[in-house]
């Protein structure tokens, strides 16, 4: 029995071997047609994108027909080059370069010689294809822009690299692929499947018909419809008053987290990224270095968030038990909180929680952060336990929305001052300028809206989210799961009256609108740069964060225009009339609108550039307004303005 034991394990192997090679070369036939065949050519049918739609259903992203110049280099055969660059308005040098290109990628393969040709381009070169054998046309569906704003918001279609069709089976030399916004978040979705034919070729490399009568071929499949939590009309508006400014608007629905507006300034028309002049006007946008168009500053510029950052210094300083509603400090237009350091406010005379808010008073929010800190034996411990209150507001990290860009901020906590001060001695008096959003504190304009989110639902908040809809699936499940902080609602109160009477009493009295209950806080932040190696004090950047109404809120929204000054000059205008536009549909406050419209900060940023004004931005297609960028922003520790 053990004779035949290993004779009958070899014949069993050797026989399914051979059925399988059977299967594999006779009855299966998809090995051929996965294989680099010269017999069967195959040729794709490219669907439709889904379109885009805002939460009112108003259409924003369509599709327009296209066709791209495809080669396969193994079949050229006889061509009159000069005729067909003059046919397709290209160089020779083009020609050969992209030849050489294709060749690379495969001889027998298909690659792009030419994308996005319009109809009237196409219909000169179809009349005399059959004069440039190893060329066809395939057509293509590229996006057509309802709209001229959101370019941020949407992001583009570009083609794939050669790494990704290495990672990507699903991808070939030409396709197509979302980059940025939600045409990257949600490519999956909105590019359908595309379809596939294979035809068979004679031996004279003619096509004679689809191979096995078009038993392999499939249909291609659009991509779904979705829907957007943006208000169209609102996205338009804040880019509109954002115009001849820097910085970024977001907006957001406390009650869902849904983003209502995603403005970052300048931006530029969508609609010049498509078509043949797309990789010009990309480079043109993307070398940009004094308006960067490209940059996302809602999502990706993180700043020092100023006195906004003192709801949460007083926030904390309620749970921590240091202070209550009663409880006040003297300020005498600052405090002096160590030998030689003084930090300055404009207030004066006893400050508490209510209109210590609303006079934004440096004093007291200084004193709170100090008793906060020095309630625990040890500040490493004291600052990790602030750092938490502080990072449950979902702040210092990632916050998970469905864009695919974005920076975590900074919140400090003890391993932070164990880096700066490796040999220890610090402690609340070192690290007080935290209290009044400076310091080592910095956040990105999304995470400021979703800060007073989560203050206009009396602590908790919902995960911001652009997606609204997808036809025929649910969104994530992780955009419906309530996020609840540390601090308890009861606390909420309080200090939401002292930032509705910053709009009655306080540092924006003069922003009010009839009829609307806005809660907010101004804030200044200074800034210094090194510019030419000198370190420069620049503009303040203006910082404005609101919610509205302030019972039952249905809008929260951070404004910050960077080098724009006082809180109250250029950001605070900005929040007023976005909370009217989104909640009215209309302006009363026509004063503040044409303040905000005719105010133009491109002198600054000239300056900060070290350009004459206009000089790099009128090279670039449809900018929707300018800025510069400094490389790096420091913070000065022991002086804060607000007004």
């Known amino acids: 029995m053990r004779k035949l034991l290993l004779p009958s394990i070899i014949i069993v192997a050797a026989l399914l071997l051979v059925i399988r090679i059977f299967y594999l070369q006779v009855i299966n036939d998809t090995f051929k047609l996965k294989s680099d065949n010269n017999a069967i050519k195959i040729k794709y049918d490219y669907p439709e994108r889904g379109y885009i739609y805002d939460r009112n259903g108003k259409l924003l992203v369509a599709n327009q027909a296209s066709y791209d110049i495809m080669v396969i280099p193994r079949e050229l055969k006889n061509i009159d080059t000069l005729e067909f660059c003059q046919l397709l308005n290209i160089t020779k040098e083009d020609f050969i370069k992209t030849i050489a290109k294709a060749k690379i990628y495969s001889p027998r393969l298909p690659s792009v010689f030419l994308p996005q040709l319009n109809k009237s381009e196409f219909a000169a070169f179809q009349e005399k294809i059959r ?240 008793r906060t800190i020095n309630k625990y034996t040890k500040p490493s411990a004291a600052v990790d336990v602030w750092s938490n209150h502080v990072k449950s507001f979902g702040l210092g990290d990632f916050m998970g929305y469905d864009l695919p860009t974005g920076k975590r901020g900074n919140v400090p906590d003890s391993k932070t001052y164990k880096k700066i001060y490796p040999n220890g001695g610090w402690r609340s008096t070192t690290i007080v300028s935290n209290a009044i959003g400076q310091g080592e504190v910095l956040m990105t304009p999304i995470q400021l809206a979703n800060m007073m989110a989560t203050v206009a639902n009396e602590g908790y908040y919902y995960t911001p989210h652009i997606i609204k809809k997808i036809k025929g699936e649910s969104i994530d499940k992780k955009f419906t799961e309530k996020h609840v902080t540390t601090i308890d609602k009861k606390y909420f109160k309080p200090m939401i009256s002292g930032l509705f009477d910053v709009y009655n009493l306080g540092t924006a009295s003069a922003l009010r609108v009839e009829g609307i209950d806005i809660a907010g806080k101004t804030g200044t932040a200074e800034n210094f740069a090194k510019i030419g190696g000198k370190r420069i004090q620049l503009k303040d950047h203006s910082i404005f964060v609101a919610f509205a109404p302030k019972d039952n809120p249905k809008i929260a929204i951070a404004i910050l225009v960077e080098n724009g000054g006082y809180g109250a000059t250029i950001a605070g205008p900005i929040a007023s009339l976005m909370i009217e536009k989104y909640l009215r549909k209309k302006i009363t406050r026509t004063d503040l609108e044409t303040r905000v419209l005719n105010i133009s900060l491109k002198d600054r940023y000239a300056i900060l550039g070290g350009m004459k004004e206009g000089s790099a931005i009128e090279s670039t297609p449809k900018i929707l307004g300018a800025k510069t960028d400094v490389s790096k922003t420091e913070i000065a520790i022991d002086s804060t303005k607000e007004n």
């Open 131 to 370: 004069k440039f054998e190893g060329f066809y046309f395939q057509k293509r569906s590229l996006r057509d822009y309802e709209v001229d704003f959101g370019a941020n918001v949407f992001g583009f279609i570009t083609q794939v690299n050669e790494k990704l069709i290495a990672k990507n089976p699903y991808y070939n030399s030409g396709d197509l692929i979302g980059q940025q916004g939600v045409e990257q978040s949600y490519e999956e979705v909105l590019r359908g499947i595309k379809g596939v034919k294979y035809i068979q070729k004679d031996k004279y490399n003619r096509e004679i018909g689809s191979y096995k009568n078009g038993k392999y071929d499939t249909i291609a499949v659009q991509g779904e419809d979705i829907n957007l939590t943006l208000d169209a009309e609102l996205q338009k508006y804040g880019e509109q008053l954002m115009i001849n400014k820097r910085g970024g608007i977001v907006a957001i629905e406390p009650k869902t987290g849904e983003i209502l507006a995603l403005v970052t300034a300048p931006s530029y028309d969508p609609g010049i990224l498509v078509g043949r002049q797309r990789s010009k006007n990309y480079t043109l946008l993307y070398y940009d270095s004094i308006a960067k168009p490209l940059y996302d500053r809602g999502l990706l510029a993180e700043y020092p968030p100023g006195s906004p950052f003192k709801i949460l210094t007083g926030l904390i300083g309620l749970q921590e038990g240091v202070v209550d509603e009663q409880t006040s400090f003297m300020c005498h237009h600052g405090f002096s909180y160590a030998r030689g350091r003084f930090m300055k406010c404009h207030g004066f005379g006893p400050h508490n929680l209510h209109n210590g808010i609303y006079n934004s008073c440096n004093t007291y929010f200084a004193n709170v952060y100090m």
